[in-house]
């Protein structure tokens, strides 16, 4: 996953013309890091879309903009518009990442 560092980079990454995958994390999260453990397979099953991290400490207004109200959470976006969005409750497991993305992309 390639991490997003700034508003700017991030607003031109969600204007793909192709999905992009956006994992919102910070690194005092103890589930983003359990995530971390798992979701290396979940990447590289989905890696003809493109991954990123953001850090919602540092890019608050992305993750305020964008409802991201918990984390780890994954927003896919396309064209700038936010097509799909799974709340960090729901990110607890490899099996609830694979069935989002699988309803997302399928």
Known sequence: MEPISTNDQ?????????PVIVKFE?????DCRAM????????EKYNNY???T?????LEDAAADN????IPSLL???NGEKLAHLHSA????????????AETFE
Do not use: H
């Open 54 to 58: 953001v850090n919602r400490d540092e």
């Open 26 to 30: 910070a690194g005092w999260c103890p």
């Open 36 to 43: 971390d453990m798992w979701i290396d397979p979940i990447v």
């Open 76 to 78: 896919v976006f396309k």
């Open 90 to 101: 729901n990110a607890k497991s490899p099996e609830q990442v694979e069935s989002f993305l």
């Open 50 to 52: 493109n991954w990123y």
């Open 10 to 18: 991030f607003k031109t990454t969600i204007q793909s013309d192709n």
């Open 67 to 70: 409802d991201v109200m918990g």
